[in-house]
Structure formats: structure tokens, C-alpha cells
């Protein structure tokens, strides 16, 4: 099981001190907070994507970029990648980009977005929303499996030999979560083409949750591609720790009242029993996400969003610290001992590279393409040419 952190960069107020990062100082402690998920063991670090303030997570490309060439074997991710207001060509470039310089560290979460003014500011309508992202990721898969791209839909210019470059590494795409809290037809999506869904319940009650991973996994097992049970699953999740429970509850509380995302709702006690929010000793925490997988079934990545409502950087890292060394390594022990044996492990590059390889033979046979002419677009038999 994968266990790892993600964050959307907000840049809000702290309420014990009324200070504000600076953009600048978000995202080099981004960049801090991937550094040490590696050092403490965690898998995984994912990046938001917004194109509005109060995010500078606009461009989750080039932060993944800058992340990977600092470490070593963390997996790099997005939460998420706008499908509807990206041009899956782009989206296709980049992360195949990203594959070739991380070594294969890479993989991301498609969501819709759910901030509504991005869509016409990308010339997109979000009366449309579902409708272009189904389109725009069949357009991107093909991209990503064939060599050559003949395409036309409803939402973007058409494709004639189109060859998106570069390849993707070892001839194996990035592996897809879809990502949703509400949207049926995305878990649908994920199911009918085997890839992964990634349900962040950050703000909702675990009955929703596992309604939603239970449409994933039946529709999942429906299309063929295994058991209900062999389905890829994801969550979200948050925690604030300290040793003493107390004192967590007493730190995190001015943070819990005064952030966006929280303030006016239900009282931190209502909101922590009802979602993932533990808010307590890394004791807590365990007992708490021990409990997930009954609800859901067995799955292969857990995300924690530890960043947010104006938390201070350095006890960002403390909480960072504390997941890694004292909650991980708890959970992947305990969660690893009860899985079943036909429960697949989370994808990672490696594994499915070698999956390939074993279902379509000689590897070095099978990944070769052709491009198009360089000049003209045109593949030397629609030219009538012979290529030298």
C-alpha cells in the first residue's frame, strides 16, 4: 500500500499570528515537504492544480519537475489534473516528460475541477463538465497508446497523424486515478477503462465514500478487468498530531474555526466524528485509518492533506514527521498483514512495465513506432514515398 500527502497550496492566513505566506515561501515549502516525505519513508507527493488565488498551484507540471530531480524515489503526483479546461494533447506531452526525467516516478489523478470560473477562462463551459472529460481522456489515451492519432470530437480542433511526443517511457503511459466526490459517470469512467479511483473524502461522511468505491468496484468487475475486490482504490484523509491528544485539539482548534474550508460549518468534534479529520495523538490516527479498509475494502493508496488552514511550515514538517515515522509505518504493517493475496499492490512503473512485457512478449520487439513525415505530417505511404 502506498501511503503519501498532497497538497493545494492555499495560501491562507495563520489565526494565531495573522501572517501570510508568500507565494514564494508556499512553494519552496512545497518543495520542503516533498524532500521529507521521502526521508521519512512516505511514497507518494501530490500537487493540487488551481488557476486562482488564494492556490500557486497552477502549473503542477513544472513543481513535479523541480521535486523529482531533488529526490530519489518518491512517486509524483497531482490532486489533480484538470481534464476539462487541459488540452489532453498537452496533458499527454507533459506527463510523458515527466516519465522519461523521474525515471518513471509518475502518475496522476484526472478530476473535473470544481471551481467554476476556470471553465470560460479555458473556453470551456461547465454546463459541459462530465461531457469533456470523457472525451477529453479517451483523446488522451489514445494518444498515449497509439502511435499515430487520426481524432475528432466536440470539444477541441481535429487530429490528422497526429503523433504526441515524447513516447511514453518503456512504452507503459502514466497510471490514471480519476479522481470525484460526486460524480458517477467519473467512477464509471475509471472502471470502464481498469484504471484507479481516487475518492478524497476529506469533507465527506465514510457512508458516501464507500457507496462510491462500491459503484467503482462492481462496475469495475463489470467491464472484466477482475474482481470487484482487484479494483485500484484510493482515498484522501487528514490529521493533526501530537503526542498528547489534548494538545493537539487545543493547537489545531484556532486553525479548524478561522480556515475557509471549515469556518461557519459544524463544530470540530461534529466534523471529525462524521470525516477522516483525527484530530489527536498518531495513536488516534492509527486506530482511526485501520478502520478505512472495512468500509471500503482493501485498497492501495492513502493520501493526507497536512498543509492547509494556515499551518505554520515548521509544524507542517512536524506533522509530516510524525506521519512517516510513527503512523505509516503502523498502518502499512497492519493493513499489509489482513490484504488477500489477489488484492494487487499499487502501481508503480516497474510492475506494470513488467506486466507488459509479460503479456505481449519481447519487450524490445513490440516498442517501436512510426512518426509521421517531419515536414509534412505524413506517414511515407499516404505520401506515396518511400522513406530513406
Known amino acids: 500500500m502506498q501511503f503519501g500527502i498532497f497538497t493545494i497550496a492555499d495560501i491562507?492566513?495563520?489565526?494565531?499570528?495573522?501572517?501570510?505566506p508568500t507565494e514564494n515561501e508556499r512553494l519552496k515549502g512545497m518543495v520542503e515537504q516533498a524532500k521529507l516525505a521521502e526521508q521519512v519513508g512516505l511514497d507518494v507527493f501530490a500537487i493540487g492544480e488551481h488557476h486562482n488565488p488564494p492556490f500557486v498551484t497552477s502549473s503542477p507540471t513544472t513543481t513535479l519537475a523541480?521535486?523529482?530531480?531533488?529526490?530519489?524515489?518518491?512517486?509524483?503526483?497531482?490532486?489533480?489534473?484538470?481534464?476539462?479546461?487541459?488540452?489532453?494533447?498537452?496533458i499527454a506531452e507533459d506527463y510523458a516528460?515527466?516519465?522519461?526525467?523521474?525515471?518513471?516516478?509518475?502518475?496522476?489523478?484526472?478530476?473535473?475541477?470544481?471551481?467554476?470560473p476556470v471553465y470560460p477562462w479555458f473556453g470551456q463551459d461547465i454546463r459541459k463538465g462530465v461531457e469533456i472529460a470523457i472525451e477529453n481522456y479517451d483523446l488522451l489515451r489514445r494518444l498515449w497508446t497509439e502511435d499515430v492519432v487520426d481524432w475528432e470530437g466536440s470539444f477541441r480542433t481535429p487530429?490528422?497523424?497526429?503523433?504526441?511526443t515524447p513516447r511514453p517511457l518503456d512504452g507503459v503511459a502514466p497510471f490514471v486515478w480519476h479522481g470525484s466526490i460526486r460524480s458517477p459517470q467519473i467512477a464509471e469512467q475509471a472502471a470502464y477503462y481498469g484504471d484507479g479511483f481516487l475518492h478524497n473524502n476529506i469533507f465527506w461522511p465514510m457512508s458516501h465514500t464507500a457507496q462510491m468505491v462500491q459503484l467503482y468496484r462492481e462496475r469495475f468487475e463489470h467491464y472484466g478487468?477482475?474482481?470487484?475486490?482487484?479494483?485500484?482504490?484510493?482515498?484522501?484523509?487528514?490529521?493533526?498530531?501530537?503526542k498528547n491528544s489534548q494538545d493537539a485539539i487545543t493547537e489545531f482548534r484556532p486553525y479548524f474555526d478561522n480556515a475557509p474550508v471549515y469556518g461557519g460549518g459544524p463544530s470540530m468534534e461534529d466534523f471529525t466524528a462524521q470525516t477522516p479529520l483525527t484530530v489527536g495523538s498518531p495513536e488516534q490516527v492509527i486506530e482511526r485509518y485501520l478502520t478505512m479498509a472495512d468500509n471500503v475494502g482493501d485498497y492501495q493508496r492513502q493520501m493526507f492533506l497536512m498543509d492547509h488552514a494556515g499551518l505554520p511550515q515548521k509544524t507542517v514538517l512536524e506533522q509530516i514527521e510524525l506521519l512517516g515515522t510513527e503512523v505509516v509505518p503502523v498502518l502499512r504493517r497492519e493493513l499489509e498483514a489482513r490484504k488477500p493475496a489477489d488484492v494487487p499492490e499499487a502501481p508503480t512503473h516497474a510492475a506494470r512495465v513488467a506486466a507488459a512485457e509479460a503479456e505481449r512478449g519481447s519487450f524490445d520487439d513490440a516498442y517501436k513506432f512510426e512518426t509521421g513525415d517531419n515536414w509534412t505530417g505524413l506517414r511515407a505511404e499516404d505520401a506515396g514515398t518511400t522513406r530513406r
Open 66 to 90: 523541480y521535486i523529482g530531480a531533488q529526490t530519489t524515489d518518491l512517486i509524483l503526483s497531482t490532486a489533480t489534473t484538470l481534464i476539462t479546461t487541459n488540452d489532453p494533447v498537452k
Open 97 to 116: 516528460m515527466l516519465q522519461h526525467l523521474t525515471g518513471g516516478r509518475i502518475d496522476l489523478v484526472m478530476g473535473r475541477g470544481n471551481t467554476g
Open 159 to 164: 487530429l490528422q497523424q497526429f503523433t504526441s
Open 12 to 20: 491562507t492566513p495563520d489565526p494565531t499570528t495573522g501572517r501570510v
Open 225 to 242: 478487468h477482475g474482481t470487484a475486490r482487484q479494483a485500484y482504490v484510493g482515498l484522501g484523509g487528514q490529521a493533526f498530531m501530537r
